[in-house]
Every structure is written in structure tokens, then in C-alpha cells.
């Protein structure tokens, strides 16, 4: 199979052992992840292959080819590497991106079975790498089909996280957003005097105000940003609507459910007397979410649980707040669940 300039011999077997490999990619939690597997070839030969998950829950397969197999092989610079999902442009603080490492391991040119469904990464991987010049390549027709077979289950759920707001919609948010915090400013600024409390409020309201005038609609750090300064202002209304926005941009943005979950919590205490349980459901709903998105030991996210875990205990449901009380132990379990 000749395949244009091609100095590395890169043939059919080669994609297809990249899609056996990815096939073994092991699931990680009750998401659906994609199933990646990355072969680097040179003059013919397998130097290096891996798949997500192989080494380290959720490692890139890129990253493990590149970096944890082939640390010091001076073989890899200027070799092809296969991979079957486009790699991607950003990870968590703590680590690189896939793209970084072919970068830096001046691999010569990147064969992609597909892009990256995930609005976040579709086509900025390829972009990037391109800019960076490492050359792009593409999996013959039969076996491109194959990938997208084999990765339909986390197609469809990316898809169906796709922002649920047009642009007009986001836009008109961000207008909604700038007159209630000005409104809030206004209230604050006729007053003659202002406490302690008053004075750290109006600083987080600030904030919020500042970020919103220099925010893109579709930014869903953004508007996460503003929903946590309004929360630390107590403005726990205005909170939710942010974060609320937050997560109908990025429905994977685990700080923002778990900031609608804390809102609806406090909402319940501040009208605690109309006895209606309806934003205890809602944060419940919203914390379960957030749970499942990223369930590790953050402070907060232990104190929104026992908060919940006490409003459910003032109206009686003690099966609910033992759920609770559940999921707060197993964030923290060096914290005792409360009695």
C-alpha cells in the first residue's frame, strides 16, 4: 500500500494494530470514554504502542507511547505516529496535552482515524500540529469507519452534551447578567454606611461585574467564574442562573453543577419557611451530577453534601440525607458523618 511520501513505511497493518489496540482501551468509570489506541512507527518497524488506560486510569495512549515507553529512545524523533482519535489540545492543570509531547518528540507527520468529537478538541489538535509543522495524514475509508463503529457509544454521548443555548440565547444572557449584577452594585452604593460583611460583598460583586464585561457568551470558565463570586456574595439567585449557563455551554463542568447544587441549598435555607423541598431536589439532582463528574475529596464539595445532608434531615427525609451523608464520607473519609 503506498500511501504518497511516505519515508516511514506506514502500511494497512499499522492503523489496524492501532484499532486493536484501542479496543482494549479498559473503562474507568460509568462515563462513556473513548477507546484510543497509538502506534509509532519508523522505517517500517513498531517502535512504540499503547492504548488510553493502559498504564495509568485515563493516561492518553499518545502520552503513553511518547513519554512513559519511549522516555530516551532517540528513535522516536522524526518517526509517524497512528493514533485513532484526534490528540488533544488541553488536559487538567497538572498535565500536558497530547499535543504537547508529539511536539516535543518532533514526530514527523500524525495519522488520525478521526477527530475529536468533543467540541473542545474537534479540530484544534490537528490545527495546532499543523502550525507547529508535523504533517497530518488520514486512515483509509474502511478502517476510518471501524474507529467511529467502535466509538459509537462515546460519540453519541458527546453529542448529546452540546450546548443547548444559541449564540443569541448566550448573548442575551450575558446582558441579563450585567443588569442584575449593576442592580445589586446600585443597592449596595445607595447605602450610607457599609459593614464588614457589605463591603466583602460588594468586592466579589465587583469581580463578577468585571469579568462579565470582558467575557465571550460561549466561555464556560467564564460564567463559572461569575456564578462563584455571586455565591460568595450570597447572591445565590444570580449564582444559580450563572452557573446554570455555565452548564448548558459545557454539561461536563463539574465545578458549576456542584455551584447550582450549593445555590439550591442555600435558596431552600433563605425561604426555608414556605416548606417546599423543591430546590433540596434540585440540589440533590445537581450534587449527584457533579458526584459523578468528579468525585474527589474537595473541600467544598464535602461541605455542599453536608449541607444538603442537613436540610434533608429538617424535613424529616432521613433516607435522602443518609444518601448524603454517604457521598460526603466517601469524599472525605477521614471526616465522621455527622449524627
Given amino acids: 500500500m503506498t500511501i504518497g511520501l511516505n519515508p516511514n513505511k506506514v502500511k494497512k497493518k499499522h492503523f489496524a494494530r492501532a484499532i486493536e489496540l484501542a479496543a482494549m482501551s ?17 522505517d517500517g518497524e513498531i517502535i512504540a504502542e499503547s492504548f488510553r488506560g493502559e498504564i495509568g486510569r485515563g493516561d492518553h495512549a499518545e502520552f503513553i507511547a511518547l513519554e512513559r515507553k519511549s ?26 496535552p497530547c499535543v504537547s509531547w508529539i511536539r516535543t518528540r518532533r514526530i514527523r507527520k500524525v495519522w488520525i482515524g478521526t477527530l475529536d468529537y468533543n467540541p473542545i478538541i474537534m ?18 475509508d474502511d478502517l476510518q469507519l471501524k474507529i467511529l463503529e467502535q466509538n459509537a457509544e462515546f460519540f453519541n454521548y458527546i453529542s448529546s452534551l452540546q450546548p443547548s443555548l444559541s449564540s443569541e440565547e448566550l448573548e442575551n444572557r450575558v446582558e441579563t447578567m450585567r443588569d442584575i449584577i449593576k442592580t445589586e452594585l446600585l443597592e449596595l452604593n445607595r447605602r450610607e454606611y457599609l459593614s464588614e460583611d457589605s463591603r466583602s460583598s460588594r468586592g466579589f460583586i465587583v469581580n463578577a ?18 456564578g462563584w463570586y455571586l455565591y460568595n456574595a450570597e447572591l445565590y439567585g444570580p449564582a444559580g442562573f450563572a452557573f446554570d449557563t455555565c452548564t448548558k455551554i459545557d454539561v461536563s463542568f463539574f465545578g458549576a453543577w ?32 457533579a458526584y ?25 427525609n432521613k433516607k435522602t440525607a443518609e444518601i448524603c451523608a ?14
Avoid at 505516529?81 to 487538567?92: G, V, Y
Avoid at 445555590?263 to 434540585?282: C, M, Q, R, V
Avoid at 474537595?298 to 434533608?312: C, P, Q, R, T, V
Avoid at 454517604?326 to 449524627?339: G, H, M, Q, T
Wanted: net charge positive; charged share 30%; with cysteine.
Fill in 326 to 339: 454517604k457521598r460526603a464520607v466517601a469524599l472525605n473519609p477521614n471526616k465522621e458523618k455527622k449524627k
Fill in 209 to 226: 461585574y468585571n469579568r462579565n464585561l470582558m467575557m465571550d457568551a460561549d466561555n464556560s470558565e467564564r460564567w463559572n467564574e461569575i
Fill in 71 to 96: 522516555r530516551g529512545n532517540p528513535n522516536i524523533e522524526g518517526s509517524d505516529l497512528i493514533t485513532t482519535l484526534e490528540p488533544c489540545t488541553q488536559r487538567s492543570h497538572d498535565k500536558r
Fill in 123 to 140: 479540530g484544534k489538535g490537528e490545527t495546532y500540529l499543523r502550525n507547529n509543522g508535523i504533517l497530518i495524514g488520514r486512515y483509509p
Fill in 258 to 289: 456542584l455551584g447550582l447544587g450549593a445555590s439550591e441549598i442555600e435558596i431552600y435555607n433563605e425561604g426555608a419557611k414556605t416548606f417546599t423541598t423543591y430546590p433540596l431536589k434540585k440540589a440533590l439532582k445537581h450534587l449527584e451530577t
Fill in 26 to 42: 479498559p473503562s474507568e468509570d460509568d462515563r462513556p470514554h473513548p477507546k484510543v489506541g497509538a502506534v509509532v512507527v519508523k
Fill in 292 to 316: 459523578k463528574l468528579n468525585s474527589e475529596p474537595e473541600k467544598l464539595h464535602y461541605s455542599a453534601w453536608i449541607a444538603l445532608f442537613d436540610s434533608w434531615n429538617k424535613v424529616g
